[in-house]
T-cell receptor, first 108, second 113 residues
Framework: KNEVEQSPQNLTAQEGEFITINCSYS?????LHWLQQHPGGGIVSLFMLSSGKKKHGRLIATINIQEKHSSLHITASHPRDSAVYIC??????????FGAGTRLFVKA | EADIYQTPRYLVIGTGKKITLECSQTMGHDKMYWYQQDPGMELHLIHY???????EKGDLSSESTVSRIRTEHFPLTLESARPSHTSQYLC????????????FGSGTRLTVV
């Protein structure tokens, strides 16, 4: 069992919909990272957070340390948002644990 | 524009061949990593480096080796490729102390036939 669990595994949405992707982890963290992986394979960093909420454009990431849970929200989704969204937790040192990702497809 | 570069982007090679996957970064980051990712699966750390002449194996057992002779360069070598090595290999880097997240390369998709 992965120490980082994401849900849903797959998500299909209509353009314009509000999207939520969830990430739960079983061990306390120092920081949590949200990443975006496009079909070509490249990975882009979206957010790093250890508390509260961060916003960048149409993307919002929140984290609840007590509940060991983070969410990534996409407002007014667009087909170009189609990608795999990965959360990863860091507890110190060199080790980062990655979730398996949520595959998002946004239909026009 | 990417500041971490991986070559080749795609590689198909026969069993038994020796291959080197290249990774270079221009950000002066001390820490560099190699991850392996099978389709639809999570990333697994196979090697990491804290700096020049410092390399360690990661969590996932791997028959590959790495070297870090220069800060910017972190190549991964497979002495004898096997079909079980077919996967995507992603290189990443991060700056010095603490954790500031990663910058990833575009990856190398390796197929061993």
């Amino acid at each position: 069992k992965n120490e980082v669990e994401q849900s849903p595994q797959n998500l299909t949405a209509q353009e314009g919909e509000f999207i939520t992707i969830n990430c739960s982890y079983s061990v306390g963290i120092s920081a949590l990272h949200w990443l975006q992986q496009h079909p070509g394979g490249g990975i882009v960093s979206l957010f790093m957070l250890s508390s509260g909420k961060k916003k960048h454009g149409r993307l919002i990431a929140t984290i609840n340390i007590q509940e060991k849970h983070s969410s990534l929200h996409i407002t007014a989704s667009h087909p170009r948002d189609s990608a795999v969204y990965i959360c990863a937790r860091w507890t110190g040192g060199f080790k980062t644990i990655f979730g398996a990702g949520t595959r998002l497809f946004v239909k026009a | 524009e990417a500041d971490i570069y991986q070559t080749p982007r795609y590689l198909v090679i026969g069993t038994g061949k020796k291959i080197t996957l290249e990774c270079s970064q221009t950000m002066g980051h001390d820490k560099m990593y190699w991850y392996q990712q099978d389709p639809g699966m999570e990333l697994h750390l196979i090697h990491y480096s804290y700096g020049v002449n410092s390399t360690e194996k990661g969590d996932l057992s791997s028959e590959s080796t790495v070297s870090r002779i220069r800060t910017e360069h972190f190549p991964l070598t497979l002495e004898s490729a096997r079909p079980s090595h077919t996967s995507q290999y992603l290189c990443a880097s991060s700056p010095g102390q603490g954790w500031y997240g990663y910058t990833f390369g575009s990856g190398t998709r390796l197929t061993v036939v």
